[in-house]
C-alpha cells in the first residue's frame, strides 16, 4: 500500500516484504508493521527498513537452516584497497527488526540473520538477533556500523569470511549466551580465513559465552576494544595473524569471572596495547591457553640491562625495551603474564624473585633463558629454544609445540596442593624435552593430541638424572619416545 510519500511502503502481516522492497524507489524506505514475516528477503539498491513501532521490537524476520532472513547483493568485489563508500555501492539501512531462527530450538550454524554478499554498506540499528547460527555472516567485502543491537545465543554474533577487506563499527550492544542457563555457549565475533579486517568495538557487552572473540586467520587484523565489558564468559579475545602484522589494542575494558584467558595471542609479531584502566580477573589458572599481556607503547628497544622494579618498569615493559641478548634482573615478585619474544636471559634472586603468571616463547624467540626464580604458573615453548636453569615451579605446565625444545637443570617443583591433573605436566605436543638434575615431584611427561588444525610433529623426552611419571593415555597417534638415565 502506497502512503502520502512515494518513496515509502508500507507491509502488514500477510504481505510480502520482497514485494515492497521491489516497488519502492532507490532510497526509499520500507516501514514493517508487527507480525513475523518468513521467506528470504533480497537487498540489492540503497533502502532503508523500519518498523512502525520505534519503540518496541515486534517486527519479526525468521530465517531458517539454509536460507538467511535478509541477503545483501552488493556490487561485485574488487581490490581490497579500495576506497570506502564507492559511489553506487548500496548503502542499506536496518532499525527495530527482530531476526530469529524459524524453529522452536536454536538454528544450526548454517542459518543466519542477515548475509553480506557483494560490496554493500550497511546501518544497523536497535535491532535483535536470537537463537541464529550466525547473527550477521559477512562473506563479502562490506563496511558497517551496528549500534545498539542485541545478539541473544547465536552461535556466532558476527562471523566474517572470505578475503575482501571488510570494516566494522559496534557500539553500544550486547552479545548474550543462552538466557537462563549456567552452560555458556557460542561467541560475540568469529573468524573463518578472512582477509584485512578493522574492528571497532566500544562500550559493548559480553556476557555467558564460550568466548568473546575469535580473530584467529586473518590476514591483517586492525581491532579496538573500548569500554567493554566481558563477564563471565570462559575466555575472552583471542588473536591471530596469518602476516604478523596485526593490532589489537584495548582500553578501559574489564575482563571479570573468566574461567580461561582474557586475551590470547598466538603470534609475537601481535602487538596488544592498552591505555586506561583494563581490569583483569579470572576464575582459574589458565589451562590449554596462552595469555598476552596488555602493553602500554613504549620506545623502541634500547636497553642491554634492566633491573625490575628497580628501573620503575613491569616485566613486560622490561622485555619490550630490552635488546636482543639483553639481561633483565627480578628481585621481587610480579603478577602478570610475559611474551618473551626476544632472546634475553631473565634471572632472578632466589626464593624472593617470583612470576605469577604464564610465560610465553613465541616464534622467532630462540635463546631464551630464566634462572634462579620460581614460576607460578606455565611455561610455554612454540618452535624455539628455552632454558630454564634453578627454577622452582609452583604449578609445573611446560608446553613443547612447533618442534621447540625446552631444557630443565636443576629444577624442582615445591609445595602447594595439586590444583587438578593439568597442575604438574609436560606436554609434548611436537619437540622435546631434555631435563638434567631435576625433581619434577611425579610430573606427568604427556605426548598430547594436538588441537583441530595444530601442529603435529616428532616427540621426545631425554631424562638425566631426573624424577618424573610418564604416560601416553593422552597420545592421539605417536608414543612419545623416552630416555632416561634415572
Known amino acids: 500500500m502506497l502512503c502520502d510519500e512515494p518513496n515509502e511502503v508500507e507491509v502488514h502481516p500477510g504481505e510480502s516484504i520482497q514485494k515492497a522492497v521491489d516497488d519502492v524507489s532507490p532510497g526509499g524506505t520500507v516501514v514493517i508493521f508487527p507480525g513475523t514475516y ?32 535478509v541477503v545483501l547483493k552488493g556490487l561485485p568485489e574488487v581490490s581490497v584497497d579500495r576506497p570506502s563508500r564507492d559511489e553506487g555501492v548500496p548503502h542499506i539501512g536496518i532499525k527495530h527488526v527482530v531476526f530469529r531462527y524459524e524453529g522452536s530450538e536454536s538454528g544450526p550454524i548454517s542459518s543466519a540473520g542477515i548475509r553480506l554478499e557483494g560490496r554493500v554498506d550497511i546501518d544497523l540499528a536497535r535491532c535483535e538477533f536470537r537463537d541464529l547460527g550466525k547473527g550477521i555472516d559477512v562473506a563479502a567485502e562490506s563496511e558497517a556500523t551496528v549500534s545498539h543491537c542485541k545478539f541473544v545465543n547465536c552461535k556466532a554474533g558476527i562471523s566474517f569470511e572470505g578475503m575482501s577487506r571488510k570494516r566494522f563499527a559496534v557500539k553500544d550492544s550486547l552479545f548474550l549466551g543462552p538466557e537462563g542457563e549456567r552452560k555458556k555457549r557460542g561467541s560475540g565475533f568469529e573468524v573463518d580465513m578472512a582477509g584485512p579486517l578493522n574492528l571497532v568495538v566500544q562500550a559493548t557487552t559480553f556476557s555467558n559465552l564460550s ?15 573500548t569500554e567493554c565489558d566481558m563477564h563471565d564468559c570462559s575466555s575472552g579475545i583471542d588473536v591471530g ?15 571479570t569471572a573468566l574461567e580461561y584467558h582474557p586475551i590470547y595471542s598466538l603470534y609475537s609479531s601481535i602487538r596488544v596495547h592498552g591505555s586506561g584502566k583494563s581490569f583483569v580477573s579470572c576464575l582459574s589458572p589458565p589451562v590449554g591457553f596462552i595469555p598476552a599481556t596488555i602493553r ?14 628497580e628501573d620503575g618498569l613491569t616485566l613486560q615493559e622490561a622485555i619490550d625495551v630490552s635488546l636482543p ?20 636471559l631473565i634471572r632472578g634472586a632466589g626464593t624472593s624473585s617470583c612470576i605469577r603468571g604464564e610465560v610465553f616463547v613465541p616464534c622467532g624467540a630462540d635463546g631464551v633463558v630464566l634462572e634462579d626464580l620460581t614460576i607460578d604458573s606455565k611455561v610455554w615453548s612454540y618452535g624455539e629454544s628455552v632454558v630454564l636453569r634453578g627454577i622452582r615451579f609452583r604449578i609445573l605446565r611446560v608446553d613443547i609445540r612447533g618442534g ?21 605436566m609436560i606436554m609434548l605436543q611436537w619437540g622435546t624435552l631434555r631435563a638434567f638434575a631435576c625433581n619434577l615431584n611425579g610430573a606427568h611427561v604427556v605426548q598430547w593430541r594436538p588441537y583441530e588444525g595444530g601442529d603435529t610433529g616428532p616427540v621426545a623426552a631425554f631424562m638425566d638424572r ?10 592421539h597417534s605417536r608414543d612419545v619416545l623416552i630416555h632416561t638415565d634415572s
Not at 621481587?332 to 634475553?344: A, G, H, R, Y
Open 325 to 344: 641478548g639483553g639481561v633483565i634482573c627480578l628481585s621481587k615478585t610480579v603478577e602478570e603474564s610475559i611474551v618473551l619474544d626476544k632472546p634475553l
Open 211 to 225: 568466548g568473546v572473540a575469535s580473530l584467529g586467520e586473518i590476514h591483517g587484523l586492525d581491532a579496538s576494544f
Open 38 to 69: 518468513s521467506g528470504t528477503i533480497i537487498l540489492a539498491k540503497t533502502i532503508n527498513i523500519r518498523s512502525s513501532c520505534e519503540d518496541h521490537r515486534d517486527v519479526f524476520i525468521a530465517a531458517t537452516e539454509r536460507d538467511p532472513a
Open 404 to 424: 621447540g625444545t625446552v631444557e630443565l637443570r636443576d629444577c624442582n617443583v615445591v609445595g602447594g596442593t595439586l590444583f587438578n591433573h593439568y597442575s604438574r
Open 296 to 309: 602500554k607503547p613504549l620506545a623502541a628497544s634500547s636497553r642491554s640491562s634492566v633491573s625490575v622494579p
Open 241 to 255: 595473524d596469518e602476516d604478523g602484522k596485526g593490532t589489537l589494542i584495548v582500553r578501559n575494558c574489564r575482563f
Open 466 to 475: 631426573s624424577s618424573a611419571e610418564t604416560c601416553t593415555q593422552y597420545g
